[in-house]
């Protein structure tokens, strides 16, 4: 795998502290190898502030591994990273304050939802709120309300996660996410457990968040998402980010072949 | 119908070693659970070396080893403390185990959900992966407590006044003194009956409250 990286984009071991602000997140040459397989391979990518960016890719090119990467679910080889204004870097042991305070401005949106089972809706989004941001049980449940109803499932506050639809579930997800006032959202195959309408509420959720000028890193299967809703789309396949650009673009017309064989294999 | 009530008088003891040995079990058994999911191979292995000998030299050799072989180190407990140590560090080994099997049990999307809230390693561990590790291990734990009830006899050996020793001495003292072990094995049902009843009246709770 040749070393080229985009243009406007950082390549080797860079220090990247000194340049743009307006950049949530910035990834530069990050790398990750797990038992000897290289899954990313010096990948680098800025999401700017505001910014709903998508990841596509056949599946094992390292989409969900880079995301993991942004809030250290995985921990980097190489590489550096300023997200949300924190510097990190690969190869470094965090400190546990290091961690809170990135993952406070991180928050994660997971295939499987990861709902905590034995508490309900709400008390899944007063946890959070109550122990990390250190809120009053009136606050928490005051703001875990207000965001059930904007993700409207205000009539399922005391129901336990079990006796909701998947698509229900995620929505609650997405609130506890939000209840800790994150500067970036990650998405990791957010409706890719869903069947298709539910899916599609899942979506309608995530547009409206959008819409509120959240900033965004989906990885994701939904082409009509990443089009529509998406400012910018990233194209990874094994373990390097092939072609990235204006979605519409990049989906009508690839640069790479290998986007065009992805693309007509999706869209079939 | 005297064996029966010297029986009876007997259940306290056969209760006190039983709860116990169950406590000191369970309080052993949680510092061995966390250095058995150590990520580091020493650690590990260590745990894995003390829950096996816990597990692996039969609990009537670990009491006669408190009991009388301590002593020669000038420690000495009395029978009541011999059985309840002994049986404690056998439950360890068993108990860490179950722990265990428990926190697998838990998905592993659930600490990572923890990890990405950023919730701290205390507060994850415990109001999000114990309730549900939990409830994982609760047929393990009932059934483990039972099985205890019942190996506490063997404290027996040692003197402990407790159904067992009190059967036999009660049958050696009386010409049809055998029937007393009918009594004692009567007893041993209505002390284990009830803790399985109770057992799946919590799991029945706990699956109300959250199933998946």
Known sequence: MAETVEPGHYSGKRDIRTNAVNYVIELAAIEKAFAGHQVLKKVSLRVKEGEVCSIIGPSGAGKSTLLRCVNLLEQPDGGNMIIAGQYLEAGRSHSRRDLLTLR??????????NLFPHMTVLDNIVLPQRRVLKCSEEQARTRGKELLERV????????????????????????????????????????????????????????????SGMTMLVVTHEMGFARTIGDHLVVMEDGAIIEQGVPEQVMSDPAEERTRKFLSAVNR | MQGFWAILMAVPYTLLVTAGAFLIGFILAIPLTFLRRSTMAPVKALAMFI????????????????????????????????????????????????????????????????????????TSFTRV???????????????????????SSIASVIGVTEMVFTATTYARNSPEGIYVFFVAAAVYIGLSVPFGLMARGMESRLQAAGAR
């Open chain 2, 51 to 122: 829950i096996d000998l816990f597990r692996g030299i039969p609990p009537i050799v670990w009491l006669f080893l408190i009991y009388f072989g301590l002593p020669v180190l000038k420690i000495r407990f009395n029978p009541i403390e011999a059985g309840i140590i002994g049986l404690g560090v056998v439950s360890a080994g068993y108990l860490a185990e179950i722990f265990r099997g428990g926190l697998l049990a838990v998905h592993r999307g659930q600490f990572e959900a923890c990890k990405a809230l950023g919730l701290s390693g205390w």
């Open chain 1, 152 to 211: 409207g499932l205000a009539d399922k506050a005391d129901a336990y996660p079990a006796k909701i639809s998947g698509g229900q579930q995620q929505r609650v997800a997405i609130a506890r996410a939000l209840a800790l006032d994150p500067k970036v959202m990650l998405f990791d195959e957010p409706t890719s457990a869903l069947d298709p309408e539910l899916a599609q509420e899942v979506l309608a959720v995530m547009k409206e968040v959008a819409a």
């Open chain 2, 129 to 151: 992966i114990s309730p549900q590790a939990l409830r994982a291990m609760l047929p393990g734990l009932a059934t483990y407590f039972i099985g205890l009830i019942k190996d």
């Open chain 1, 104 to 113: 406070r401005n991180v928050g994660m949106v997971f295939q499987s939802f």
